[in-house]
């Protein structure tokens, strides 16, 4: 059991490039999220999923894009990369929405991501 | 407690002390706290959560203590051990229909053998 899933672990950019961080898991969850840590802060919440089908903004959606294929996936898309992004990125999950009761999210392993 | 700049407060202690982490939340509509453990390159992982209706919850070494009257969270660990050595994040969330986390800046947990 894998549990989520992310790719790639590392990327290297140049400001202006484009590319998508992929999160995949495995346990059948309604709800995703795309977390980033930067050094000496908390998680900021990027975007999230409540359920297939749907997205909302987080605290930081500014530069990001992301998508929900499926249930099992939901991918984060950096249109115009900036040094300013540059960070680790989390991909987080829960069986259900996140409302007091749901308890723990679930998170990946993060994507190290450097705009140059 | 809070970071200054990009330094996260460092707790450090000897293998065998008791360590408490502690945590102060600002919105007093938090009803539902949790603690995570982040390991070097490794994603947050779940140690406990207590609700606002209980002051205390026990876990398997683990204590958390709520104090809302001064919005204060502290995470307890019982006979540490180098393995506990992580960065500590405690997060908050309210009841009022979906709800994301809100995660504190952290704080690192030294343990020395």
């Known amino acids: 059991n894998a549990g989520v899933t992310q790719t790639p672990k590392f990327q290297v950019l140049k400001t202006g490039q484009s590319m998508t961080l992929q999160c995949a898991q495995d346990m059948n969850h309604n709800s995703m999220y795309w977390y980033r840590q930067d050094p000496g802060m908390g998680l900021r919440l990027i975007y999230y999923?409540?359920?297939?089908?749907?997205?909302d903004k987080g605290e930081v959606p500014n530069g990001y894009n992301v998508s929900r294929l499926n249930k099992r996936e939901f991918s984060l898309r950096l249109e115009s990369a900036a040094p300013s992004q540059t960070s680790v990125y989390f991909c987080?999950?829960?069986?259900?929405?996140?409302?007091?009761?749901?308890?723990?999210?679930?998170f990946g392993e993060g994507s190290r991501l450097t705009v140059l | 407690g809070e970071s200054v700049g990009l330094h996260l407060p460092t707790l450090s202690v000897q293998e065998g002390d008791n360590s408490i982490i502690n945590c102060a939340y600002s919105n007093s509509a938090s009803d539902y706290f949790i603690w995570y453990k982040q390991e070097s390159g490794k994603g947050p992982q779940f140690i406990i959560d207590?609700?606002?209706?209980?002051d205390k919850r026990q876990g398997q070494r683990v204590t958390v203590l709520l104090n809302k009257t001064v919005k204060h969270l502290s995470l307890q660990i019982a006979a540490t051990q180098p393995g506990d050595s992580a960065v500590y994040f405690c997060?908050?969330?309210?009841?009022?229909?979906?709800?994301?986390?809100?995660f504190g800046k952290g704080t690192m947990l030294l343990v020395s053998p």
């Open positions: 999923s409540a359920s297939e089908g749907t997205t």
């Open positions: 207590i609700r606002s209706n209980m």
């Open positions: 997060a908050e969330t309210h009841n009022s229909g979906y709800s994301t986390l809100t």
């Open positions: 987080a999950s829960t069986p259900r929405e996140l409302v007091v009761s749901a308890g723990e999210l679930f």
